[in-house]
């Protein structure tokens, strides 16, 4: 059972200022979340097989190939470049 000072301890953790209406919410939300879990503990599962999905679609992701290097084409049609690197204009102002 998560009592008020469990919470607490999670706040101050990560860093939070909870109110005491917060704290109460919290407890009760985090009591019922511990209580699905024991009902989930609870369901038999001996012989039920694992699964990972239920659609049956399979894989619909190529295979990766090696390309050769085209950086070099790449870099030709650049207009700014320094050595093997594309220069770009600064986007970021800086603060005044």
């Not at 950086?71 to 005044?96: F, G, M, T």
Request: net charge positive.
């Amino acid at each position: 059972m998560i009592k008020k000072d469990d919470v607490l301890l999670v706040a101050k953790l990560a860093r939070l200022q909870l109110t005491d209406i917060q704290i109460d919410k919290f407890s009760r939300q985090l009591n019922g979340v511990f209580d699905l879990f024991e009902k989930i503990d609870r369901v038999k599962l001996e012989g039920v097989a694992e699964t990972s999905q239920v659609t049956g679609l399979g894989n619909v992701l190529r295979d990766d190939k090696v390309v050769p290097d085209k950086s070099q084409d790449i870099l030709r049609n650049v207009p700014y470049r320094k050595e093997n690197l594309i220069v770009v204009p600064k986007i970021i102002a800086e603060k005044q």
